[in-house]
């Protein structure tokens, strides 16, 4: 970043073109500090990308959330042979709830909570990858 006093400021990263920002035309009083307000107000600017890092993480735990408790709701509606492991549906079942492929690889009975809470916790850490690999080719160098 290259301040440029009344000439505003530029921003460049390696490889790309540098990006220059006027500033407003305004009545100076005083400039004691101005420098050190630009610079927190830009440090500022930068931060405001992680809450929205932390929502998109929050919703994809939110949509795995509702995914099992979706497929739950079904389980308990349909009639009983509809969930068993030959049938063709039990296929979207096990790739949309990782937790359910993994106890019926392993033999191993898993509860409806426990379903609930590992299928939220895997699509957070798949929202994880994801948002990190998004925001690294957006924001790349």
């Not at 000439?7 to 101005?34: L, Y």
């Not at 033999?107 to 994801?130: E, K, M």
Request: hydrophobic share 50%.
């Amino acid at each position: 970043m290259v301040v440029k006093g009344d000439f505003g400021a530029a921003i460049c990263r390696s490889g790309n073109e540098p990006w220059s920002v006027a500033p407003p035309a305004v009545k100076m009083i005083d400039d004691i500090g101005a420098g050190d307000t630009f610079d927190a107000a830009f440090i500022q600017s930068g931060e405001r990308k992680e809450p929205n890092m932390k929502y998109r993480i929050a919703a994809w735990a939110f949509v795995g959330f509702a995914v099992a408790g979706c497929w739950a709701l079904y389980a308990f509606a349909a009639t009983p042979p509809a969930m068993t492991s030959g049938a063709p549906i039990m296929t979207l079942v096990e790739f949309t709830c990782p937790v359910v492929l993994v106890s019926m690889y392993f033999n191993v009975g898993v509860s409806l909570y426990a379903c609930l809470v590992a299928n939220a916790a895997t699509y957070a850490l798949l929202g994880l990858i994801v948002e990190t690999l998004r925001r690294r080719l957006n924001h790349a160098p």
